[in-house]
C-alpha cells in the first residue's frame, strides 16, 4: 500500500481527496500547510506528496524546495495544485490546475508511484552509506548527528504552530500582533537554517571523501610538516 502525504488547507478538498485516494487503496496522511507537511514528511518518509501551491505559512514550492534540500526526502515525487498557476518553478513531477479530474490525480499518483513495486520504502530513501576511513567522523556519530539535526527541525515545527496560534489568539483579542509576528517569521527562519544544516551535515562525509582522494591522502601531513616548520625552538 503506497504512502501518500496529502496538503491542503481546504479541508472540503482536502477530505473529498482522502476519500478518493483510500477508496483507491492508498495510505493517506494529511497536512494543513506545508510547515505541517515538513514535519510530517520527516516523521514517516510518504511515496509521494500531493500539495496544494498556496497555502498559509509555507507555500507548496516553498515546500518542495526544503523537501529537496533534505537528502532522505530530496527523491520523494511531488505533485502540486493550484487554482491560478499551471507552470511551476520548482521541480515536480506534475501540476494539476484546479478544478481537475479526480481520475486524472488518481493516474498521476499511480504513474509515480508504480516504479516502486515492493521495494521498501527505507531503501530507497536511506542516506548514502560511506566508507569508514574516507569519513570525518565515524559512521554511528554521522547518522546520530543528522538524526538530531532532523529532531531539531521537528521541534521547530512545534514552535512555529504554537507561535502561530499564539499570533491569532491575540489578533482575535486586539492585541498589537507585531511582535508576535516577528518572533514568527523567527522562528520560520531558524527552521529553514536547520534544513539547510542538516544538509549540509549529511554532505560534510562527501566532501571530506572528494578533498582526501584529490589530495591523495598527503592534506593531513602536509599539515603537519608546516606546523613543524613553523614551531618555535625547532631545527633542521
Same mark, same amino acid.
Given at each position: 500500500? +503506497?504512502?501518500?502525504?496529502?496538503?491542503?488547507?481546504?479541508? $472540503?478538498?482536502?477530505?473529498?481527496?482522502?476519500?478518493? %485516494?483510500?477508496?483507491?487503496?492508498?495510505?493517506?496522511?494529511?497536512? $494543513?500547510?506545508?510547515?505541517?507537511?515538513?514535519?510530517?514528511?520527516?516523521?514517516d518518509i510518504p511515496q509521494v506528496i500531493v500539495s496544494d501551491i498556496h497555502m498559509p505559512a509555507l507555500e507548496g514550492t516553498d515546500?518542495?524546495?526544503?523537501?529537496?534540500?533534505?537528502?532522505?526526502? @530530496?527523491?520523494?515525487?511531488?505533485?502540486? %495544485? +493550484? &487554482?491560478?498557476?499551471? *507552470?511551476? @518553478?520548482? /521541480?515536480?513531477?506534475?501540476? =494539476?490546475?484546479?478544478?481537475?479530474?479526480?481520475?486524472?490525480?488518481?493516474?498521476?499518483?499511480?504513474?509515480? #508511484?508504480?516504479?516502486? &513495486?515492493?521495494? /521498501?520504502? *527505507?531503501? =530507497?530513501?536511506?542516506?548514502?552509506?560511506?566508507? /569508514?576511513?574516507?569519513?570525518?567522523?565515524?559512521?554511528?556519530?554521522? @547518522?546520530?548527528?543528522?538524526?538530531?539535526?532532523?529532531?531539531?527541525?521537528?521541534?521547530?515545527?512545534?514552535?512555529?504552530?504554537?507561535?502561530?496560534?499564539?499570533?491569532?489568539?491575540?489578533? $482575535?483579542?486586539? #492585541?498589537?500582533?507585531?511582535?508576535? *509576528?516577528? @518572533?514568527?517569521?523567527?522562528?520560520?527562519?531558524?527552521?529553514?537554517?536547520?534544513?539547510?544544516?542538516?544538509?549540509?551535515? #549529511?554532505?560534510?562525509?562527501?566532501?571530506?571523501?572528494?578533498t582526501s582522494q584529490a589530495t591523495g591522502g598527503r592534506g593531513d601531513s602536509q599539515v603537519s610538516e608546516s606546523g613543524r616548520k613553523? +614551531?618555535?625552538?625547532? !631545527? !633542521?
Open positions: 500500500m +503506497s504512502r501518500v502525504l496529502l496538503v491542503d488547507d481546504d479541508a $472540503n478538498l482536502r477530505e473529498a481527496l482522502v476519500a478518493l %485516494m483510500t477508496a483507491e487503496g492508498y495510505d493517506v496522511t494529511v497536512a $494543513n500547510d506545508g510547515l505541517e507537511a515538513l514535519g510530517a514528511a520527516l516523521m515546500l518542495v524546495r526544503m523537501l529537496k534540500a533534505i537528502p532522505r526526502l @530530496s527523491c520523494v515525487p511531488i505533485i502540486l %495544485m +493550484s &487554482g491560478v498557476d499551471t *507552470e511551476a @518553478s520548482v /521541480p515536480v513531477e506534475h501540476i =494539476l490546475k484546479k478544478p481537475f479530474d479526480p481520475a486524472v490525480l488518481l493516474e498521476f499518483v499511480s504513474q509515480v #508511484t508504480a516504479h516502486l &513495486g515492493d521495494t /521498501p520504502i *527505507e531503501a =530507497l530513501y536511506r542516506e548514502p552509506e560511506h566508507h /569508514p576511513a574516507q569519513a570525518l567522523f565515524p559512521g554511528p556519530q554521522i @547518522s546520530a548527528s543528522a538524526e538530531a539535526c532532523a529532531a531539531r527541525v521537528r521541534r521547530g515545527l512545534e514552535l512555529v504552530h504554537e507561535q502561530a496560534a499564539r499570533v491569532d489568539l491575540l489578533r $482575535n483579542s486586539g #492585541t498589537d500582533v507585531s511582535l508576535a *509576528e516577528q @518572533s514568527y517569521e523567527v522562528l520560520v527562519a531558524c527552521v529553514a537554517a536547520l534544513v539547510r544544516l542538516e544538509m549540509m551535515a #549529511t554532505a560534510a562525509p562527501i566532501l571530506f571523501s572528494a613553523r +614551531s618555535p625552538g625547532h !631545527s !633542521s
